[in-house]
């Protein structure tokens, strides 16, 4: 089946560093990949839409500048989180459809900043 | 705005048990449902897709129902195992391209 590798699985940094979290589609090709954030007894929520090869789509309230995304080719996806802060602290998982209807997810990364 | 809501939120039962867990939202406009299983520090894996037109799915012990009518979803898991163990989530694509969670059920079957 459809494998999304995500990593690192956690990560804890100072505040004020950058972390890049990557995203691979591993026996398919994902034009599009989501990145999704939880926080703690909260639901996941979509932070933005990657697409390969142009811009990522941010949904409101989720700062393009301070979570950079590229996508530069049709299996890797990456998710930086710049100049991170304590509240930027969370869970933070991304996904791509194969080619059904199916939503595959990565395992997901543990964000702790200090 | 769609929401989700899972009722209930944690549930503990001892092992055999049948269960149900509930969805409901509040958009009936949807293209279909998915049932997640998060297990602690890993991601999610899907269970069972119900497409809009489609009633209910069934995977082994698992099996998901859709009312779109009333907005609700139900997951029944038989003869609960501990390995069953985890954070269920309810998810649904709407009118948008990325799929709607609700906050989950964290279940627990205890041996």
């Known amino acids: 089946g459809a494998v999304v590798s995500q990593h690192p699985s956690w990560v804890i940094c100072k505040s004020g560093t950058s972390v890049k979290i990557e995203c691979r589609s591993l026996d398919f090709q994902a034009t599009t990949m989501f990145w999704y954030r939880q926080f703690p007894k909260q639901s996941l929520m979509l932070m933005a839409t990657?697409?390969?090869?142009?811009?990522?789509?941010?949904e409101q309230g989720v700062e393009k500048d301070k979570f950079l995304i590229n996508h530069a080719s049709l299996t890797l996806s990456t998710l930086t989180v710049t100049s991170a802060h304590p509240e930027d602290s969370s869970f933070y998982i991304c996904?791509?459809?194969?080619?059904?209807?199916?939503?595959?997810f990565g395992s997901g990364t543990q964000l702790s900043v200090l | 705005k769609q929401e989700v809501t899972q009722i209930p939120a944690a549930l503990s039962v001892p092992e055999g048990e049948n269960l149900v867990l509930n969805c409901s939202f509040t958009d009936s406009a949807i293209y279909n449902l998915q049932w997640f299983r998060q297990d602690p520090g890993k991601g999610l894996t899907s269970l069972l897709l119900i497409q809009s037109s489609q009633r209910e799915q069934t995977s082994g012990r698992l099996n998901a129902s859709l009312d779109k009518s009333s907005g609700r979803s139900t997951l029944y898991i038989a003869a609960s195992q501990p390995g069953d163990s985890a954070t269920y989530l309810c998810?649904?694509?709407?009118?948008?391209?990325?799929?709607?969670f609700g906050k989950g059920t964290s279940l627990l079957v205890t041996p």
């Open positions: 996904s791509a459809y194969d080619r059904g209807e199916k939503l595959f």
């Open positions: 990657s697409n390969e090869g142009s811009k990522a789509t941010y």
């Open positions: 998810a649904l694509l709407d009118s948008g391209y990325a799929l709607n």
